[in-house]
DNA sequence: CCTTGACCTCGAGCGCGCTCCAAGGAGCAG
DNA sequence: CTGCTCCTTGGAGCGCGCTCGAGGTCAAGG
């Protein structure tokens, strides 16, 4: 179990130092991170794969309200593993909604760009 | 060629009367909407099929000021079609990594769902 | 004539998600 | 000891994209 510094913990996750802090102080973690005798935080590699979960639903658009939620249930341990469920299943219903979309208006895009390279390079 | 009010453009377009407002203001269209003689704006096909695109370039995630420099090279005319064509394509690469991005991180969720089914109705 | 309602402008306000700053402490190299 | 780097906290600030409110104009209907 290595532990690392809040600069090393924003290296492998993407994130900044200042939004790891961020994540913790809304309630986006499971725990405070644990600190050294320094005061300073040290990252252990079960709060790296929490935060890699995180990272995950923030990049597929969960609000960080959702997220919250989410880690809440997590947090309060056994027996609402429907609820948890339930919030993900809804979350993946929005995703994919969205990926729908938005492949759609790329195609009507890309329909517009084969426009633009017959305009300025005719086959 | 009819003509509608804002109303019936908001709803024709999915957006509020404010957003297209906003639009205007912001440099999005083409130009600015023309008016009836009692200062109200009345929107043309044409407008709203300009008004389309942006739905579809904002819907994709193009920032507003990205928009706001296609519309600019539109006004201006023949003669851009290369910096159009490579706005586009720029734009259609980042929605296109966004779209595999979201996808990857969407299978490692179902992943976690696939778990929290089992656990909560067992096959 | 008066009300209603759709619209107008200008400018402020808001929710989100960070992002950064100031002031200070710990620990290590030279 | 000096300087340097990395870290701490609390709170302010920011960029984006709307969103809304105040106060006014205008046309139609009762």
Redesign the interface.
Known sequence: MTSLSIAEAAEQTGLTAHTLRYYERDGLLLHSVERAPSGHRRYTDEDLRWIQ?VT??R???MPIRDVRRYAALVRDGDGN??E??AL??S??EV??RQ?A???S??R???H??AL??N??SPA
Do not use: C, F, S
């Open positions: 979960m995950r639903l990049a597929t658009g593993e429907a948890r469920l993900l299943l979350h993946r995703v994919e990926l979309e938005v492949g208006h790329l009507a895009i890309d517009k760009i633009y390279e305009k300025v």
